[in-house]
């Protein structure tokens, strides 16, 4: 990871990761980012949901206390499935000049696929953590299906995506691709 990388951590409140599919493996495995990033020096920024059932300051809109943020790192709040929408997202990205984002979270098919894609059309390199996103049951994609395997999403430049192992030094998570697009990353092989 480096200083124009950040990790962002999408949604993930009591109130969207309830009954996530995998949601104890998943919360570990953002754990084990958020501690890479943080010892590499990497900004961790993190996206939080408000709606008419997850109301701030309720117990179901607070960041999960197993990956809770730290003094200093942003909380961005959105009430779209699209972290850029009407958020200063853009604005706190453009501030710390981050040209490249980690991304984590929930729900796979909604917030996550939502922000990667405006996130790659908006010309950031984005790298989507595998095995560190989640979704419960819903009628688009079942949770059971939100596995590697059936979530890998396609990039604007249409370039394959590939996997690599985050369980190696931080470093190796941040190949350079070339020209902005999509990778996918997992955590743990």
């Not at 009954?19 to 493996?25: T, V």
């Not at 059936?150 to 190696?168: D, H, L, R, V």
Request: glycine share 6%; net charge neutral; charged share 20%.
């Amino acid at each position: 990871m480096n200083a124009e990388t950040a990790l962002v951590v999408i949604d993930v409140q009591p109130g969207v990761v309830g009954e996530a599919y995998r949601r104890d493996e998943v919360l570990a495995n953002i754990q084990l980012l958020l501690e890479r990033a943080r010892n590499s020096g990497t900004p961790v920024i993190y996206v939080q949901h408000t709606d008419p059932a997850m109301q701030p300051g309720t117990p179901w809109w607070q960041i999960h206390p197993t990956v809770a943020p730290r003094e200093g790192e942003p909380a961005i709040q959105k009430k779209s499935p699209d972290a850029f929408h009407e958020t200063r997202l853009q604005e706190v990205l453009t501030a710390r000049g981050i040209k490249r984002l980690i991304i984590t979270g929930a729900q796979t098919q909604m917030c996550v696929d939502t922000t990667t894609r405006r996130a790659v059309a908006s010309g950031y390199d984005v790298l989507l953590v595998s095995d560190a996103h989640t979704t419960d049951d819903s009628e688009t994609l079942p949770r059971n299906k939100s596995s590697p395997s059936t979530t890998k999403p396609s990039t604007a430049s249409g370039q394959e995506s590939t996997e690599y192992a985050c369980n190696q030094p931080a470093k190796s998570i941040s190949p350079r691709s070339g020209s902005p697009g999509g990778q996918y990353v997992s955590v743990r092989r």
